[in-house]
């Protein structure tokens, strides 16, 4: 919420998200990393802030409310109901992503997505680019959703393996490389590390 009510520039708004985001991976209980993880972090890698991928979009609500069931290992199912999509142009193509919404833990907007930089710069899994429930969003202006790739960021499983995490589904795999947002991080975990805290 700090960050999107910032005055900053986008980029100065970017970089404090960024830090923050730092801050958690190394101090907080519930950090994605390990112990040993946390005492070699050095902070999150990132492509460098670019504007043409930051998009204010209706939401398309004319779409089939398809219940995709995501079963984790520890945490049993966890459901997702379609709920809307987001259209947008970038680099001279047209491109588009399914909404989801949470049906379990309150409840809460979902977006993941995968592209060509998976595998390679990003985490093969794809990334996130809102998760409500984690408060991970822009929030709305007019009526129009946020979705701003800068932000995009890995799932818990992509720093270490003792996570299990819903991924993007085969629809919202984009057929473009999207250079924004968190990067593949470096030093992926292993299950001996054991866990960061107590939670």
């Known amino acids: ?15 404090a998200f960024r830090r923050g985001r730092d801050r ?12 040993a993880q946390k005492a070699r ?7 460098a802030y670019d504007p043409s991928w930051r998009f204010e979009l209706a ?22 109901r379609r709920f809307g999509k987001v259209h947008f142009r970038h680099a001279d193509r047209d491109l588009s992503l ?14 993941p997505f995968g592209d060509l ?12 680019v809102l998760d409500t429930i984690k408060h991970a969003d822009l929030g709305q202006r007019e009526r129009r ?16 393996p003792r996570w299990h995490c819903p991924l993007a ?11 924004a947002g968190e990067q593949r991080y470096p030093d992926p975990g292993h299950l001996e590390d054991g866990p960061s805290g107590s939670g």
């Open 98 to 111: 399914s909404l989801f919404w949470i049906m379990g833990y309150g409840g809460g907007v979902f977006l």
């Open 169 to 179: 589904p085969q629809e919202n795999q984009l057929p473009v490389a999207v250079r």
């Open 145 to 160: 959703l946020v979705v701003d790739f800068n932000y995009a960021y890995n799932p818990s499983c992509a720093y270490n």
């Open 1 to 15: 919420a700090q960050v999107r009510r910032s005055e900053a520039t986008l980029e100065e708004r970017s970089e």
């Open 24 to 35: 958690l991976f190394r101090h907080h209980a519930q950090s994605a990393l390990s112990r």
């Open 59 to 80: 939401i398309d609500t004319d779409v089939e409310p398809e219940v995709t069931e995501v079963r984790l290992k520890d945490d049993g199912p966890i459901r997702m």
């Open 41 to 47: 972090f050095e902070g999150l890698p990132y492509y």
């Open 117 to 128: 930089t998976n595998g390679d710069t990003t985490y093969g899994g794809g990334r996130y």
